[in-house]
């Protein structure tokens, strides 16, 4: 987990020191080409109130859940953003509900998380609450790998994962506004520009990207070193729905892939190279 957290604080530095490094403003969710949808749990928060995912759905809600772990510097540092998000979206008294759910700590732990960050949401511990049953649930199912990390579950259980990263105020809006907007009857016309995978992962010489694009759309993948700068640039055709890439010339290290359409950037995911 404190690996994560450091190459997400460094990622994060690069974000904002430098220009090509720059994420930009998405304007569609970067969700997989197949809907995905959470699995039900139940939590219990630390002041001892029951809350199961799928019936807090069902009354229309929208829950955005926090993976985090009381020991993790980085979710300590972003608390303080999520908590105004939340409290901007009605401090769970109207559709938008915040969870956060800790890894492996008591509810004393997570309530001095709670009282040092100025959290307000409810949070579950990982062991009075159930949050580390949680934690395992969603590794198996979406390989969550490190703390803080961020999900959006609309209401037809469709979920967002890995968003908001690093969180800002206005971040998790267009996850909001998709789940507005998407029912369990449209999911399928939904357009979707995301990388879906990368293999091998950690690579060697060669790695295939496979990724979605709208409909007749062009763009380009880049793969950038961790100083930000460009080493690899190849164009992608229309309708193509993957690329193999040679990485003969890198040496080891880690990588960002990026999905762009013209300058604005689609996704982007870490690849790890290893010779």
């Known amino acids: 987990m404190l690996r994560k957290s450091i190459y997400k604080q460094v990622f994060f530095i690069l974000l904002i020191s430098l220009p090509l490094f720059s994420l930009g403003q998405r304007n569609e969710p970067s969700i997989s080409e197949k809907a995905v949808f959470s699995p039900d749990f139940s939590i219990i928060d630390t002041d001892s109130n029951a809350l199961n995912l799928f019936s807090t759905l069902a009354n229309g809600k929208t829950i955005v859940l926090d993976f985090f772990t009381t020991s993790c510097s980085s979710c300590g540092f972003?608390?303080?953003?999520i908590d105004t998000i939340y409290q901007n979206h009605g401090s769970g008294t109207g559709n938008i509900e915040f969870w956060g759910i800790d890894q492996s700590h008591n509810d004393s732990l997570v309530e001095a998380f709670k009282a040092t960050y100025g959290v307000t949401n409810p949070c579950a511990s990982g062991l009075q609450g159930n949050g580390a049953n949680v934690f395992n649930l969603f590794i198996t199912e979406f390989g969550l790998s490190g703390t803080p990390t961020y999900a959006v579950i609309c209401p037809n259980k469709l979920i967002f994962w890995e968003v908001n990263y690093p969180p800002t105020t206005s971040g998790f809006d267009l996850y909001f506004n998709a789940c507005i907007a998407t029912n369990t009857e449209t999911i399928a016309n939904l357009t979707f520009?995301?990388?879906t995978n990368l293999y091998p992962n950690p690579a060697?010489?060669?790695?295939?990207?496979?990724?979605?694009?709208?409909?007749?759309s062009t763009g380009k993948i880049e793969i950038i070193n961790s100083l930000g700068q460009k080493i690899i640039e190849a164009e992608i055709q229309s309708n193509s729905k993957n690329i193999d890439i040679s990485l003969i010339s890198l040496t080891s290290g880690m990588y960002f892939v990026k999905l762009l359409s013209g300058n604005q950037l689609l996704d982007i995911k870490k690849l790890n190279v290893l010779k």
């Open 78 to 81: 972003y608390a303080p953003v």
């Open 193 to 195: 520009n995301k990388i």
């Open 204 to 216: 060697n010489s060669e790695c295939k990207i496979d990724f979605l694009l709208s409909e007749n």
